[in-house]
């Protein structure tokens, strides 16, 4: 009976651990640190929405390049713009005007590290 109660608080305290290190966004999983590392960007998606309403859409994953897509719930259009991430170099690129010639984002690098440790933890 002992052992079982030990192994029930070594399950409860892997679930408290897993939900902190999801905080940003509970019950997204990794997206939420996606989310957050776009909304804490110098995109320039403040010129139609505010960060607590910016949404992505992944598009594409290969596993270490993904392109998002930036929305925002409207009755109309609400697509702001794309930006590719890149998961081993840790960059975001706004991709909105030139694939082909993307723009460095800055943006603030401690949700790219949460994401890399999500990632890894799965």
């Known amino acids: 009976m002992r052992y079982l109660k030990l192994a029930g608080l070594g399950l409860l305290a892997a679930a408290t651990l897993s939900a902190q290190a999801d905080e940003s966004a509970p019950g997204q999983g990794c997206y939420g640190y996606l989310t957050e590392m776009v ?65 460095a984002l800055k943006f603030d690098h401690r949700f790219a590290k949460a994401y890399a440790a999500c990632l890894e933890a799965r």
């Open 39 to 103: 909304r804490s960007s110098d995109f320039p998606y403040r010129d139609f929405t505010t960060p607590d309403k910016l949404k992505l859409l992944i598009d594409r994953d290969d596993g270490q390049q993904l392109s998002l897509q930036l929305f925002y719930e409207t009755s109309g259009s609400g697509i702001i713009g794309w930006v590719h991430y890149d998961v081993v170099q840790q960059a975001l690129w706004n991709v909105t005007i030139d694939p082909e010639e993307p723009q």
